[in-house]
């Protein structure tokens, strides 16, 4: 049963990986720029979402996911379930940066959900912060993350449709539009 878990749980890393990977590529992060991430480990593994936690699912999502972030530069914020009102942990540097504030929870698998849990745990000096207006989103498993990205949100295909058995729907963010019928716009940020 353990090597049936690990060989789901690299399955998983990889998907995790390539799916921030294109989506860094599409969205045009820059460094300094938050990407939230919000991830059900029960809906990756074929459960309805809040019925099965699993550390080691969110441990490989982490670990497909951050790495590709720390080399570019860009914050995660790890969104929370609904026991914590879907606050975020993310790296303290970049509440600082954003000039968030700090609220006083420490993740759980049953409270705050096993991803966030592990973001908790691999982050240097993790901290917990309530909203952000990330500039682009992974959603993995419905766990509604449009709450924490800047307006204007737009949906943004990868060639995965989904992580293990969980949905994954993904965002950027654009500036909005101003100036009506003779605005002209730069191109670059459309």
């Given at each position: 049963m353990e090597e049936m878990e690990e060989v789901f749980c690299q399955k998983i890393r990889a998907q995790a990986e390539q799916a921030v990977t294109e989506l860094l590529d599409l969205a045009r992060l820059e460094e300094g720029d938050i990407l939230v991430v919000g991830c059900s480990s029960s809906e990756i593994a074929g459960d309805k979402i809040g019925t099965h936690s699993s550390p080691a699912v969110a441990e490989a999502v982490f670990s497909g996911i951050y790495p590709s972030l720390q080399r570019r530069g860009v914050y995660l914020a790890a969104q929370c379930c609904e026991h914590l009102n879907r606050a975020l942990i993310?790296?303290?540097?970049?509440?600082?940066?954003?000039?968030?504030?700090?609220?006083?929870?420490?993740?759980?698998?049953?409270?705050?959900?096993?991803?966030?849990?592990?973001?908790?745990?691999?982050?240097?000096?993790?901290?917990?912060?309530?909203?952000?207006?990330?500039?682009?989103?992974?959603?993995?498993?419905?766990t509604l993350i449009g709450m924490h990205l800047a307006p204007v949100a737009v949906p943004v295909r990868l060639s995965l449709s989904k992580i293990g058995q969980a949905v994954l729907i993904c965002a950027r963010t654009r500036p909005k539009f101003i100036g009506g019928e003779r605005a002209h716009y730069q191109e670059s940020l459309l």
């Open positions: 993310l790296e303290d540097e970049a509440r600082r940066a954003y000039r968030l504030e700090r609220v006083n929870v420490v993740p759980q698998p049953k409270a705050g959900g096993s991803f966030a849990t592990a973001v908790w745990n691999g982050l240097e000096t993790p901290c917990a912060v309530e909203e952000v207006r990330a500039r682009a989103g992974l959603d993995i498993g419905g």
